[in-house]
């Protein structure tokens, strides 16, 4: 798979990365560990070489679990977790970005990811009570010790950005974007081409409506987290499937698939965006790697536009409480 360079600090990693958040939390139960282990390692031998986790998935669990299947193949992949919130019996309990918590959780990972490094350590989320030159001058600090290689931000707004990278150079920012999610393009984008700074769109298939495997009819398991959100409604999904009929339509064309398209096209956006899409099945996996050989030409990209320009999405995609810590 082709190489791509996440900011000017040039961490280089495959076009696209694995999201391995669903392989124990958020969708349901936990992928047989049998099962996670082959596509973990799957996905390597595939050409991925950016594995996606944070110590809350589970909680700890993905952490393990990404410690145990890449192992074998530590010095041949790029490893990024995250901090940002309070676990207390085993759920979260509000953030906590304090230096000296950060310091905990980069220990606490390092034990799980069986590593000695880390080599992209995102904060999760936004906190407001920590100033977030104090968060990049831990970072800093812990980079300056040979802990982690690269620093990277979650959802964080403009200005939040710049005054992170003022203080220690972020490498990427991990934020939802994708056909189905175009905000940051309006202010998050332009920030990142003038810093210098790498995009990494976790949600790259809008939590798999993009496959067009998903309709009005689709049941969710009971704690398959976009139950909760308002795009995910029956009404929501009904409204949004003329979204999946126009990438079906591009796709004919194309002998590709509509998840195919989604990823092409944020590969063809920029050079420096490199998508995470999760999936527990080897057959999707290897779908979402061929995307990295689908090549949308200038007229197929505006033909997308002009397709989309006609398309009003229904629904939030985070409920009102959530949508509190994004964009910060």
Not at 69 to 78: G, Y
Not at 109 to 133: A, C, F, K, N, W
Not at 272 to 299: C, D, F, Q, S, Y
Request: charge should be neutral.
């Amino acid at each position: 798979m082709e190489k791509r360079t996440l900011g000017r600090t040039g961490l280089q990693v495959s076009a696209i990365g694995l999201g391995c958040m669903g392989l124990s939390y958020g969708y349901g139960p936990a992928t047989d560990k049998q099962q996670a282990l082959a596509l973990i390692r799957g996905a390597v031998e595939r050409g991925v070489t950016l594995f996606d986790t944070a110590e809350v998935y589970g909680p700890f669990a993905n952490e393990e679990l990404l410690g145990e299947a890449l192992a074998p193949f530590r010095q041949r992949v790029v490893i990024a977790t995250k901090f940002g919130f309070k676990i207390v019996g085993g759920q979260q309990a509000g953030m906590d970005s304090r230096p000296e918590h950060i310091r905990e959780v980069v220990e606490a990972s390092l034990r799980r990811l069986r590593t000695d490094v880390v080599d992209l350590l995102y904060q999760h989320r936004v906190d407001p009570d920590i100033p977030i030159e104090d968060v990049a001058g831990a970072v800093q600090q812990l980079i300056q010790q040979g802990k982690v290689r690269h620093f990277g931000l979650s959802e964080a707004g403009a200005s939040t950005i710049r005054r992170a990278h003022a203080v220690q150079p972020v490498t990427a920012l991990q934020s939802e974007y994708s056909l189905w999610w175009r905000e940051p393009e309006r202010e998050i984008l332009p920030t990142l081409e003038e810093l210098g700074i790498g995009l990494v769109p976790y949600s790259p298939l809008g939590r798999g409506f993009l496959t067009g495997a998903i309709d009005e009819n689709t049941r969710f398991d009971a704690n398959d987290f976009r139950n909760l959100l308002p795009r995910f409604t029956p009404e929501g999904r009904k409204a949004n499937q003329a979204l999946v009929k126009t990438l079906r339509q591009i796709a004919g064309r194309k002998g590709a698939t509509p998840a195919q398209i989604a990823l092409a096209w944020l590969l063809a956006q920029k050079p420096w965006i490199v998508p995470i899409p999760g999936t527990t099945k080897m057959h999707r996996l290897e779908e979402n790697v061929a995307a990295a050989g689908v090549r949308l030409t200038g007229e197929e990209l505006r033909d997308i536009e002009s397709a989309l320009s006609h398309i009003e999405l229904q629904g939030d995609r985070y409920p009102a409480d959530l949508l509190e810590r994004v964009g910060r």
